[in-house]
């Protein structure tokens, strides 16, 4: 059964080449499944629909299957297993993707039924984050994230483990780097782990400079493709920064590496903004722990900015995901903005109700980004007082300062110094206004 096993992979599956690259093929024919208990899963399986596509699968056939408890086997019972497969030899499907969770032993008996690759909803994210990730550090998450997700199946799931190919369901490690003896794979782990420690260390330095500049952090956040991205790209454009534009397109995790972006105001007052990867609902919790470190940004945030796609339907259950996600990681306590997004695409919008300040823009064509930037102005640097302050040549240390960190208004140099109409913090003001002219 093993050797029939290995020699069906080495068909279907694409090749990793000689450097362990995986060589990719353009479109995989995907039949969806899942399995409906007491809640609705439509959404849920609109969402699958998505994630197939960002994995560059066609959708032929969705399958739902009502069962209050699920077949330890195969999940759902054997007369809708059969359906399926005769579903995927009519349509000459390549793959099935189940929305469940599936263990070692269920994927095996489901393979040897249908007669296709099977692959479930974790794996098919962990394959779309595998694809996108770009930095070295992302691709390390990644890579841990499905080796936690494979070791408990090395037994059920046999000799395929050591995916010979890539492509949908199969990104990640080769047989160079992935053994089905859980001691290598364990090894392995560690070694991911100790990489990942070293560069959290080295972005800890990193913060700890940036927090002495007292330079304040704004992180978007929000469910995937509701447009971070594009506001982002909108507040950079306001900024007079377009060369500094971060990629954004329509799709489920167009971004997965963490973005910061130095944002300076017209008023000359300076913030990092941060864009983040996007959540989506049964998120793989592998994943969740595998990029706790990359979220850290959003720990050490002054401001998060939550992101909601205002054009969905169903766009409470997105602020939902998201705010169980910001609590599972630490963050939910942490000072917010809602920002309603995608306006310019409906005519009607009612929020749900949220403690947090909202606000409804058009990241595309701009609308309502000059009271989102006041507002986050506001929140970041707080009361400001306007005055004019008269700094004594010998003190052009506190002259530079404030061309710096302050909104000039004008500048003139008199006798006895340099004159400074100038917009204050606070903190600042206390600190300067003896040399105040009344």
Known sequence: MLLKRFLWYTKVMLRFNENNEIITEENYRAILVGLQRKEDISYSMDELEGLAEAARAQVLGKVVQNLEKPNTATLIGKGKVEEVAELVRNMEADVVIFNDELSGMQLRNLEDIIGVRVIDRTILILDIFAERADSREGKLQVELAQLK?????????????????????????????????????????????????????????????????????????????????????????????????????????????????????????????????????????????????????????????????????????????????????????????????????VSEFTPSYSDAPAFFVSAKEGNGMEELLAAIKGCLFGEVIRTKLLIPYTRGDLASYLCEKAAVHSMDYVEDGTLIDVELKAEDYQRLKTYEII
């Open 149 to 345: 997700y494979r070791l408990p199946r090395l037994t059920g799931f046999g000799k395929s483990l050591s995916r010979l190919g890539g492509g949908i369901g199969t990104r990640g490690p080769g047989e160079k780097k992935l053994e089905t003896d859980r001691r290598h794979i364990e090894r392995r782990m560690e070694d991911i782990k100790s990489e990942l420690a070293d560069l959290v260390r080295t972005r800890s330095v990193q913060r700890s400079k940036r927090q002495k500049t007292g330079i304040p952090i704004v992180a978007l956040v929000g469910y995937t493709n509701s447009g971070k991205s594009a506001l982002m790209n909108q507040i950079l454009s306001m900024a007079g920064k377009e060369e500094k534009f971060v990629r954004e397109k329509d799709m489920l995790f167009a971004t997965l590496d963490a973005q910061s972006r130095s944002v300076t105001l017209d008023d000359n007052r300076t913030f990092i903004l941060v864009d983040t990867v996007g959540f989506v609902s049964k998120l793989p919790h592998s994943l969740v722990e595998a990029f706790k470190a990359t979220l850290e940004e959003v720990l050490h945030a002054d401001l998060l900015l939550h992101v909601v796609d205002a054009s969905y339907e169903e766009s409470q259950f997105h602020v939902t995901v998201t705010d169980r996600v910001l609590t599972e990681i630490g963050a939910g306590g942490k000072e917010k903005l809602m920002i309603y997004n995608k306006m310019d695409l």
